[in-house]
């Protein structure tokens, strides 16, 4: 019984670590694009093609603190699908503003959904319910993404606004997480 119980909280404090450092990049990572995107140059693409990287670290690390629970399977699909984003992003950098929302619009729809299962399948360790609602908002901003980029006009500025809504998920959640393993 010892050892089932510490595995949970052993996997709470390490998801909590992982989440506030998700939170930090995502805040940090957000100011830069935002001053930079005003055009696609050097700066704002290896930034683009830097977030889902960073996705890919973590979910490499969040796989390696899970492997006692069942949401492994889908942080190695996310890692799979970030990757793919990086390589898409840095491909449709050449094509303009519209062909980055498009790819970074369905992989928030696609990571989104992952997130929301992997969310529902540890929601009995506690603070998951942010990173659920995080999921299923992805998913509706990764659609909103993509229909922005049919319009004129469309932005970087706004894949900004959408890091630091994900980092406050991942920072509510990392605070949940810390009380979740307190007890």
């Known amino acids: 019984m010892t050892t089932t119980a510490a595995q949970p909280t052993g996997v709470a404090l390490s998801l909590r670590r992982l989440y506030l450092a998700r939170f930090a990049f995502a805040v940090v990572w957000a100011g830069l694009l935002f001053a930079a995107a005003s055009a696609l140059g050097p700066v704002s693409v290896a930034l683009l093609v830097l977030y889902p990287v960073f996705d890919v670290a973590a979910a490499v690390v969040d796989a390696r603190s899970a492997r006692t629970t069942k949401p492994v ?17 840095a491909v449709a950098a050449s094509s303009g503003i519209p062909g980055v929302l498009r790819v970074w619009g369905v992989w928030a729809v696609v990571a989104g959904l992952v997130q929301l299962a992997v969310g529902i399948a540890r929601r009995g360790m506690g603070g998951q319910w942010p ?7 992805s998913v509706v901003a990764g659609t909103t993404f993509v229909i922005q980029s049919t ?4 932005a970087l500025t706004t894949l900004a606004g959408y890091a630091v809504l994900g980092g406050i998920f991942f920072l509510v959640s990392a605070l949940r997480l810390g009380r979740a393993a307190k007890n």
């Open 73 to 89: 399977a889908g942080l190695y699909v996310n890692l799979v699908i970030s990757l793919l984003a990086a390589v898409g992003l």
């Open 131 to 137: 990173m659920i609602l995080s999921g299923g908002i």
């Open 151 to 154: 319009k004129e006009g469309a």
